[in-house]
């Protein structure tokens, strides 16, 4: 069985979603049997997100907004350099975003498509060596790690929220191939040996 995933394409982002990827929205898929959508919950979860509940929100709309606040939250400046000069090394473009439930299944960190849990590693693997970074906006509760050949990695070490990033409740974490795991503190030392590469 295969995932039930979306996809959604705005510039150099391609942006893979399960339709369960608003709570409100889940309850009305479910209520509905829809197989779009609901696009009152969407809109208003939108609005939330950007706390503006008076803007008028078409489908471009919804994922631009969508795609840039996830780059802006997991990619700051000094991973996004990091990530570039990786890319140019590994000849590598364009950014693939993960954006679903999160949850366990067999041990194994999963997301979910609304009817089943698939492996994140499982998607990582088909993705690697396409993109020059993954981001897996899905909630990872047991702080699960993962691994790639030729594309970065970032995402949570714990259940993923705007919110509970800015307070500090979960953290991201970068994954560059062949290196492992880089945290903050290594980030300049690695951003300068691939200068040296």
Not at 10 to 19: G, M
Not at 181 to 189: A, F, G, N, R
């Amino acid at each position: 069985m295969k995932p039930k995933l979306f996809q959604y394409t705005l510039k150099d982002v391609d942006f893979f979603y399960s339709k369960d990827f608003d709570r409100e929205a889940t309850e009305d898929f479910i209520r509905k049997g829809v197989d779009d959508f609901d696009r009152e919950a969407t809109e208003d979860f939108i609005r939330k997100e950007v706390d503006d509940f008076s803007i008028e929100i078409d489908e471009h709309y919804f994922f631009q907004l969508l795609i840039e606040g996830t780059l802006k939250d997991f990619l700051p400046p000094k991973f996004m350099k990091l990530v570039n000069l990786h890319s140019k090394q590994n000849g590598l473009e364009r950014i693939a975003i993960l954006n679903a439930h999160g949850g366990m299944k067999n041990n194994k960190w999963s997301y979910s498509d609304v009817e089943n849990l698939f492996s994140v590693q499982s998607w990582v693997n088909k993705m690697d060596g396409k993109y020059k970074i993954l981001l897996l906006k899905v909630c990872n509760e047991e702080g699960e790690e993962i691994s790639s050949k030729k594309s970065i990695i970032c995402h949570p070490n714990g259940v993923y929220s705007s919110a509970d990033k800015i307070s500090g409740n979960v953290q991201l974490e970068l994954f560059v191939p062949r290196i492992g795991y880089v945290d903050e503190y290594i980030l300049d030392s690695e951003i300068k040996r691939l200068k040296n590469q």
